[in-house]
């Protein structure tokens, strides 16, 4: 990555955190004005600027613009279903074993959110396959991947996760809807041996479920977890945990695939 | 990845679960029994058997014998340092954007769990600058990532990260130190604009010292959080969180470079 | 307790729960109609209908009308200060050993929630000496005690808990305070030997001031503990903990005086 | 309480912490020792010494020797079953609105530990009403009132909680047996209206068909809430949650019964 790089250039997406803290995901545009309920920029001025730099709006409130992260990216993508949290992410990503070259299949697409993450980590040489069966999601997704340079990584396939994938030997399957179970079967064919499920629900039933239907068709070693998250206010004399915080994301349900020979 | 690489060969390294759950990483060797308190078994007859195959210990106790994925292989190192869990290591991967082609800055190399886990994430074309300050931990982690065919994706370097860091433009500094506000100064040296900071310390006064030490350099959007992980047991009819919890790992603080321009 | 009593009289206070989960604590008058976000109802019609009943608001929404328990009433006091939640009450409870009989300090006063609780739980024999610096709290508090019949167990005083407080031999101190370090000392003036501190704070650098106080001071057997609440929402088929949850409310710090002889 | 009661008395049951914070419950007797993995002492020599004092063992190791709270107390009941712990237990309390003069319905008695601290809160003139169908646990639990000194608060029954029970106008029914939703009939019949369900269970499907019942019988709104207890270290410069904490203990069931009329 040159230094140029670090510049700011017209049509740019920047990360705004303002004062109070408050994210915003802005395209930088030549006359384009940015608004929040802390002022106004006018985002001509970032242009040649370099990433990191600091702004002050209107009424005087202190910004700083920095490069956006790939997790600060997908965080701005429209919820149109529920999103996988970064902290669930995380641990999707180092239980799967996701990185460079793995072959993923997804199931769901959704918003696109775990896509665009499984697809940076399996770059250059790595695929995605996903699938969903709402044409809108998929073409939403499209647009997403390739805005972010993404999309050679990506196959996004319209169909069934639980009837008609069609890759085999896969690494790892993330899975990602209302009902695991009935994609157990079909998934347990794709995956290479040893390979990795893992699927993401928000309920206790669901869980039981998928448990049972991955018992029956030879995965093993399934283990179930849930994480929270708690954010820590810190400043000296003041230190305690954020009274806000969300109490429940979803459970995440790992197994590996076993094969009789 | 080929067909072949999916039977287990001589000298390959399996993980084991057994029945009660018990996790075990066995080098497989022509000759050598594997012994845990639920039985043994003759590891010869592993070899050219798939990974994922089961297997029975004389005391009739059924096992299944996975290949292990990076997460499995970096949890059995010798703990000579506190380790980094993989809860937490999968938040850091997130937050810190690092991925194929990442620059990255760790300190200290300690037993390099998360070394590995950093080098297997920026192949082919990254590098991780990995530097402590004791030469047997340097050495053990360098035998550790030969073992894992991911030394080349790595620069040990002897030093203290609060001082001798010589990388520029690095896209993220992972810092585990017991001092971490030492390293600060340095550290934003060493990123590139808007580049990540991520630091962990078990304490709250660590973090802080830390987060007044980055205000002071120049970092902005300074969070910490804490991740609590629950194990549920899943069983219809008899499904719990399981009594037996880790109560505390580690905070985690993140924060951006910001720059004067 | 006679059955008469369980018969709604004018000018009780009592419990509605609507259909939605809401709850509101409402005073019964001839006349008086209730009104909220689903709808209304005329109060005179729950004069001598049972505690339990059933009602159906002029939308049709139905609702439950219950006697209020004492954490119910509690609940409702104007929050002129930072409230102590039912789940901190009832740790401080049990860890405190207050029960019937029991001689308590108490500071500050603040709305009285766990004034009421204490005074409620002391009776008939015991008292709570509360003292706050602030007399319209302690207006306000001996408002509110009287309207729940508990005044007579309280004693009312204005003045600093590190500074002020004149009773001996007391079982336990509950300090609800700014800067409890500095009533530790006259606190243990006032304890019997053996008896219990308890004391609640939201931040970190609070209780280690508190600790090293008590300490000092001749504490011991000091403890620091944290409760986390989760609801549940039970629904065969779509059981899960909330999505929302309060993130934190305080620490709770215990400890036993111990005596020199 | 005279100050005579704070003097040790030669069969008193004291609660000893050790430097290393181990609790130990001790009967004083003229010549017995007490050993422990710190040393001993000559228990001979508390006698006619204050509650709270400080001892030194044999080994050099400070100790001290406290009054006993109720809580204390009952952590040290021979776990025969699975016992309700004191963060639960305060919750129960509040919850339950259980305090002086009211009767309570008790099911099962179990080891006693909930039964004693419910026997504690209701006197003078209330009840509790205690059911198991095991004749040894409720002889257990007679011989630890006796020596609480609150047997004549509580009436043992042997029966079974969800068939037997007879009495009536009952403010609150608290259940620990293992299928709850078998009490629920009974436990409304003898609740007066208003009157408060509680009931604890280890697992979601014992919550789930709890609920069921609870719902069909006439309760209403019904609540279901888990507590996490985080230990926290305190020290200046090393604060941090403890690493070891219990996962899970119980969920809890709340409900009040409705009535029509």
Same mark, same amino acid.
Request: aromatic share 8%; charged share 25%; proline share 4%.
């Given at each position: 990555?040159?230094?140029? @790089?670090?510049?700011?250039?017209? @049509?740019?997406?920047?990360?705004?955190?303002?004062?109070?803290?408050?994210?915003?995901?802005?395209?930088?545009?030549?006359?384009?004005?940015?608004?929040?309920?802390?002022?106004?920029?006018?985002?001509?001025?970032?242009?040649?600027?370099?990433?990191?730099?600091?702004?002050?709006?209107?009424?005087?409130?202190?910004?700083?613009? &920095?490069?956006?992260? &790939?997790?600060?990216?997908?965080?701005?993508?429209?919820?149109?279903?529920?999103?996988?949290?970064?902290?669930?992410?995380?641990?999707?990503?180092?239980? @799967?074993?996701?990185?460079?070259?793995?072959?993923?299949?997804?199931?769901?697409?959704?918003?696109?959110?775990?896509?665009?993450?499984?697809?940076?980590?399996?770059?250059?040489?790595?695929?995605?396959?996903?699938?969903?069966?709402?044409?809108?999601?998929?073409?939403?997704?499209? &647009?997403?991947?390739?805005?972010?340079?993404?999309?050679?990584? #990506?196959?996004?396939?319209?169909?069934?996760?639980?009837?008609?994938?069609?890759?085999?030997?896969?690494?790892?399957?993330?899975?990602?809807?209302?009902?695991?179970?009935?994609?157990?079967?079909?998934?347990?064919?794709?995956?290479?041996?040893?390979?990795?499920?893992?699927? #993401?629900?928000?309920?206790?039933?669901?869980?039981?479920?998928?448990?049972?239907?991955?018992?029956?068709?030879?995965?093993?070693?399934?283990?179930?977890?849930?994480?929270?998250?708690?954010?820590?206010?810190?400043?000296?004399?003041?230190?305690?945990?954020?009274?806000?915080?969300?109490?429940?994301?979803?459970?995440?349900?790992?197994?590996?695939?076993?094969?009789?020979?």
């Amino acid at each position: 990555m040159s230094y140029d @790089s670090l510049l700011i250039k017209d @049509s740019d997406r920047v990360l705004i955190v303002t004062e109070k803290r408050k994210r915003y995901l802005v395209q930088v545009r030549e006359g384009k004005k940015f608004h929040c309920s802390e002022g106004f920029i006018d985002t001509t001025q970032l242009i040649g600027r370099p990433f990191g730099c600091r702004v002050t709006s209107n009424t005087g409130s202190r910004w700083v613009v &920095l490069n956006p992260t &790939l997790a600060d990216r997908v965080m701005f993508f429209p919820r149109t279903t529920q999103v996988v949290y970064p902290k669930d992410i995380g641990y999707i990503i180092v239980s @799967s074993g996701v990185g460079p070259g793995c072959r993923v299949l997804e199931g769901g697409t959704g918003t696109g959110v775990l896509t665009s993450i499984l697809a940076y980590l399996v770059r250059p040489y790595g695929k995605v396959y996903s699938y969903d069966v709402k044409d809108e999601y998929l073409e939403a997704a499209s &647009l997403r991947l390739r805005q972010l340079g993404l999309d050679k990584y #990506v196959e996004l396939k319209h169909g069934d996760i639980g009837v008609d994938v069609a890759e085999t030997d896969l690494d790892a399957a993330i899975i990602d809807v209302p009902e695991p179970w009935k994609a157990v079967e079909r998934c347990y064919s794709c995956l290479k041996p040893s390979g990795v499920w893992v699927s #993401v629900s928000p309920t206790v039933e669901q869980v039981v479920q998928t448990f049972e239907a991955l018992d029956e068709v030879g995965f093993s070693d399934t283990s179930c977890v849930e994480l929270l998250l708690r954010n820590i206010r810190v400043k000296r004399g003041m230190t305690r945990p954020e009274f806000i915080m969300r109490g429940h994301t979803t459970f995440i349900v790992s197994a590996r695939k076993t094969v009789k020979d």
